[in-house]
């Protein structure tokens, strides 16, 4: 003998039911989604004054440097961080280059 389970099936009712539920979560959702604050993006990271920065800290570094630190940089302190690191070892290779070579 075999048994079996039959599954009973939904009335039409039962599945409008369902998927009204399933929409009205979704819109829920959708309005938490677009009430949350938005984070920085990739695109913010290319601004005007960051692109500056960054020709700065490549033919200026003291003064990209300055321009990291100042109070109008968007620059976050990780950021401010790992670009004055990257300067430092950038000034030293420059002056080893321009004193050995």
Do not use: H
């Not at 620059?75 to 300067?87: G, N």
């Amino acid at each position: 003998m075999s048994s079996r389970i039959s599954k009973k099936k939904k009335s039409l009712a039962e599945k409008e039911a369902e998927k009204a539920e399933i929409r009205e979560r979704n819109r829920q959702l959708s309005d938490q989604l677009a009430a949350m604050p938005r984070t920085g993006g990739m695109l913010e990271r290319f601004t005007k004054w960051r692109m500056i920065t960054y020709v700065c800290i490549i033919c200026l570094p003291p003064y990209g440097l300055y321009r990291i630190w100042s109070k109008e940089s968007t620059f976050t302190l990780p950021e401010r961080t790992v670009w004055t690191f990257i300067i430092i070892v950038y000034v030293m290779q420059l002056s080893r280059a321009f004193l050995f070579s």
